[in-house]
């Protein structure tokens, strides 16, 4: 009777493990497919992110890249005008 119920006890363990690792596993799959796709598209993300900055600071964003945008903490294309 004793072995039957550390049995049961053992088998429910192990289904309890093996549903923890396949949810790591998973979540490990995720966050590697996120970091790739961050590294194919983070260039694109960030010109469209600076892009919208300057939109809203009143500047033309129509060819705003990372590479050309202003310096942070500059005060080209602040909104001290409005002061």
Do not use: C, H
Request: charged share 15%; hydrophobic share 50%.
């Amino acid at each position: 009777m004793q072995r039957q119920k550390f049995q049961a006890v053992a088998s429910r363990r192990n289904i309890t493990g093996q549903g923890m690792t396949e949810y790591i596993i998973i979540v490990a799959l995720i966050a590697i497919a996120a970091i790739a796709a961050v590294g194919a598209f983070g260039g694109v993300v960030k010109d469209s992110f600076v892009g919208m900055a300057q939109a809203l600071s009143g500047n033309d964003a129509t060819e705003v890249t990372v590479e050309n945008a202003p310096a942070a903490g500059s005060t080209e294309g602040s909104l001290g005008k409005f002061n």
